[in-house]
């Protein structure tokens, strides 16, 4: 037991700021990003006896992260309080002719739905393939490719509609 | 196109997330708690293996009064062996008086309703609750804890409002927990002043004014529950001593056993 606790403590403070800011792309709340990660090192303490490779460890953090955060959606009404009270920005800093690339996309993808969100974290932040995001939502890669396709098309859709608002003003 | 879109994502996932920073207390605060959650594992896990000793012990006593010839007098304070006889049947509902109800509003809208103060439905959306100050109550019906450490007050007439000119955060638990600063007991029996529990604080609010007063409270205070005559404010802390504050003079008494686990939560 004293090993495993001095390997989990060393793996918390070497792989926390790592997984603390993916508890933030998945939240967009520091506050809900912290209980995030820390109710996914409790689910993930269990196995952690049986765990001696860290980077085995790091993905179940990272799996119990998201599967909380979509049950945390699932039953918290506040993801669609959340998405009606920041509305994405429109307004952007004015000037350039690169219109687009002034457009934060960041926002936009706050009001994404909670998988389709965590599937854009995932496969470009986290840069993991379409099957290692299957596994850690427990979902086919069909779901995932799915998944993304909305999520991108809702994003682009967002990034024209400002830029025709852009324009008009 | 869509390589720019992205490339795009994966550039301002980046910057968005470099932005975060490790709170310094993180590491020791989440160790600490997955070894209590550990620790708390193992108690149980003792408890049950006692548990079943007693069991086997209580059947073996059985079998022992049953060698011997005829009944035997029980001392008084020999607990009665376990039986083991045929389990009951389990309990069953007559389904002629159940009435299933599906996720429509219709459905829900035919249900028997009981009449009381509240309204139908209570409004829960504070960001956009015009500001208690701006729309004062002559008392408040329920609290209802927002997002972040925001506050809704709901006035006799049903409506909600947003709790302004106080300055509330999130409680903050030992294990780094952050709740909603409104709980069950947060609401005084009068539905006049409100009591928050804070980091360190607990703030006592009177709604009909919106004036509010801070009182030093150390400790990772999470529940309150107000005195019926309303000058003490019972506070729990989890996992450390209750305490007494007393609203005339401020003090704060320290209270000789645990209340915790018995005051109103959420």
Known sequence: VVRDDAAFTEFVATRSVSLLRTAYLLTGDGHLAEDLLQTALIRACPLWGGVREPRAAESQVRTAMVRTLINWRKRHA??????????PEIAAPAGGDDVDSRVRLWPSVLTLPPRQRAVIVLRYYEDLTESQTAEILGCSIGAINSHNARALRTLRARLDATADLRRLS | VNGSLEDRLRTGLREEATAVELPARFVATAVADVQLRRRRRQVRAVTAAIATVAVVGA?????GTRADDGPQPRPIDDPAPATTDAPSPPPTLDPSHVQRIRGDQTAWDALPWHETALPRALPTDVGSAPALSQDPIDHALALIGGTAASVGVVGDDGRLRRLDGVALERTLDPAGYRSSPVTQGSLAPNGGVAAFAQPDAVVVVDLTTGSSQRF???????RVVWSPDLRQILIGREGGPSSLLGLDDGSVDAVPYDAYSSLPRW
Do not use: I
């Not at chain 1, 506040?78 to 509305?87: L, Q, T």
């Not at chain 2, 059947?59 to 079998?63: D, Q, R, T, V």
């Open chain 1, 78 to 87: 506040w993801s669609r309080e959340r998405a009606a009270a920041d509305p």
């Open chain 2, 216 to 222: 030093d409270v150390p400790g990772h205070n999470t």
């Open chain 2, 59 to 63: 059947g073996g006593l059985a079998l």
